[in-house]
């Protein structure tokens, strides 16, 4: 039995999974797959910045566009990091595709004429 | 008369955070054509564009979204529509009879409006108010201040960092600092729960093993050109020192997270009435200030958790003051007034103006966290509705909503009951 507290949205419910992978406490759907992959395989999505170049603003916002595994959060920070892009940029453009093999991408938060 | 301004708009907006953007873009979806929109930065979205982190827009898009992502969204909506907008134009002073005076890169400007709804947002509570004692070193700062700082220009303002205070942007600057390298030694908060919600103590603090000290504050600062030591203790139910509960840590910043207080200097200039609690605006039930064709919304009313309901309310904020532009003023001829009890900190409205049809929705907070409990509403001392709870914290704002056929003069209360 494990006892979490669900991040998917503000209300925060308070969960219990037990071994046969059961959720209960939740309030809705989403909780019981936030509970049964968190004793599994808990991710996380991530948000960061990158160097933003040939514009007025020199950082631009980026996200993984899925969760990537909790352990690997460090090792994706790491290739957020040598990201340089240069404007014009959108909202939603890949800037490295299937990050460290995740299958996630880092893409774009913020549209840059 | 000879008129002494440029222009003459329907409705004025000032700010063009979330709230700002909301209220302009359902002005002109009520049927006002004439609306300008001033923003002092140089773009537009406000505070959003500092919040890089996700968690935005569950409720009005169904998706989580980052903040810059969710601004988007509305700067593309505003565009489509014919509303002036005008950046990097702050404004210095509006008067009663609705003159609005501000200056841009052109130059000084003086204009007039039917309506404004102020939605400038809010501010940090610093260290002078809560007067931490020690020495005036630096490497002290606000929270949201260091994220501004680190999102915005990329830089970082520390590598060993302690965070006074569970609100969210301490939560959530603690996990992105340390996300950039720094060392986040712990987050001390004065009272026995969180003023964070507990998503962000999850993944923010119990993601990377950054301790909370619940009950516990800062009782010195030591450090002479730069921050080098902080000592935390305990504290009791009175909020007294403990002895010998002492724990030292060496850092060189130390971030403040200990509120947000609605920021209002254009409006307290003018003597608009000011809720003693939300220390915004005192508004009614058209979210109109005392002074009449004044409305209020967003941070700047009260400070609100989601940006969600901020784009709410301004969303109506800009449908009433349409309507008051369009039907010249309010009929208030029957007003209720609205106080909290027992457990509720503040309730919003405070006055309403009834109609005879549709729904009125509050927004409170309790004073401290319950759990189980029912929300009764009473109108004269007679109950109307009550609510049952399975918890209510402190940190989440309730939204409230009862039936205008349930409510007649005189005066609602609400409180929280433990059955
Ligand atoms: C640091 C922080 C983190 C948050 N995290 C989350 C979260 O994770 N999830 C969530 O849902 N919500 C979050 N919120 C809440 C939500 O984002 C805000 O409540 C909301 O965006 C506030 O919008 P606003 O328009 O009222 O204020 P702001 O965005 O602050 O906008 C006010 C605007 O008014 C302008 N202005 C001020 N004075 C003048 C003047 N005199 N003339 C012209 N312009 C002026 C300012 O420049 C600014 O652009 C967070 C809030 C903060 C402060
Ligand atoms: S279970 Fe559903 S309602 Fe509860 S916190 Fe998770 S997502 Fe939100």
């Known amino acids: ?113 | 008369m000879e008129k002494n301004y440029e222009a003459l708009y329907d409705i004025v907006v000032i700010g063009g955070g979330s709230a700002g953007l909301a209220a302009a873009i359902s002005s002109y979806d009520s049927g006002i054509k004439n609306v300008l929109l001033l923003e002092k930065e140089a773009y537009l979205g406000g505070i959003l564009n500092q919040c890089v982190h996700n968690g935005f827009g569950l409720h009005t898009f169904k998706e989580e979204l980052t903040g810059p992502e969710y601004a988007e969204r509305f700067i593309d909506e505003l565009k489509k529509r014919d509303i002036e907008v005008r950046l990097e134009a702050t404004v210095l002073e509006i008067t009663k009879d609705k003159e609005i005076e501000y200056s841009d890169t052109l130059g000084y400007h003086k204009i007039k409006a039917k309506a404004i709804i102020c939605a400038c947002g809010c501010s940090e509570r610093t260290r002078g108010q809560i007067r931490t004692p020690g020495d005036r070193c630096s490497g002290v700062m606000t929270a949201g201040l260091a994220q501004r700082y680190l999102n915005v220009e990329g830089y970082l303002v520390g590598k060993k960092v302690f965070i006074l205070g569970s609100g969210d942007i301490g939560l959530i600057m603690a996990r992105r600092m340390t996300l950039e390298g720094a060392k986040v030694l712990g987050v001390a908060e004065l009272m026995p729960y969180s003023n964070g919600l507990n998503r962000n103590i999850v993944q923010c603090l119990n993601d990377f093993n950054i301790p909370l000290y619940l009950s516990h504050t800062v009782k010195r600062i030591i450090g002479k050109n730069r921050l080098e030591k902080i000592v935390i203790c305990e504290v009791d139910d009175k909020l007294n020192f403990v002895p010998r509960t002492d724990k030292e840590f060496e850092v060189d910043t130390l971030l403040l997270s200990v509120g947000l207080i609605p920021y209002n200097p254009l409006l307290e200039k003018i003597g608009v009435a000011m809720h003693p609690k939300t220390r915004g605006p005192l508004v009614d039930s058209d979210y109109q200030t005392s002074i009449p064709g004044i409305f209020a919304c967003g941070n700047g009313l009260h400070v609100h958790d989601l940006v969600d309901f901020v784009t709410n309310e301004s969303k109506k904020v800009g449908e009433c003051a349409a309507k008051y532009v369009l039907e010249n003023g309010f009929d208030a001829s029957k007003v209720l007034t609205v106080t909290p009890l027992n457990g509720i900190g503040y309730i919003l409205p405070g006055k309403v103006y009834l109609k005879d049809e549709g729904t009125i929705k509050f927004n409170f907070r309790v004073n401290k966290p319950f759990k189980d409990v029912s929300i009764i509403a009473k109108l004269n001392g007679e109950e109307i509705k009550r609510t049952k709870k399975p918890y209510l914290l402190p940190a989440e704002m309730v939204e409230y909503i009862l039936d205008m056929k349930l409510l007649k003069e005189g005066e609602l209360t609400l409180e929280v009951s433990n059955d």
Do not use: Q, W
């Open chain 1, 1 to 113: 039995m494990t006892k979490l507290i669900c991040i998917v949205c503000p209300k925060g419910c308070h969960l219990e999974v037990d071994d046969n992978l059961n959720v209960t406490g939740n309030s809705c759907k989403r909780g019981e797959v936030y509970g049964k992959n968190e004793v599994t395989n808990p991710t996380r999505t991530i948000t960061s910045t990158v160097i933003l170049k040939n514009s007025c603003y020199t950082r631009l916002p980026v996200k993984t566009s899925l969760p990537v595994p909790k352990s690997m959060i460090f090792d994706v920070m790491a290739e957020i990091n040598k990201i340089e892009v240069s404007a014009p940029v959108s909202c939603g453009d890949i800037l490295l595709k299937n990050v460290l093999s995740t299958g996630s991408d880092i893409v774009a938060c913020k549209s840059i004429k």
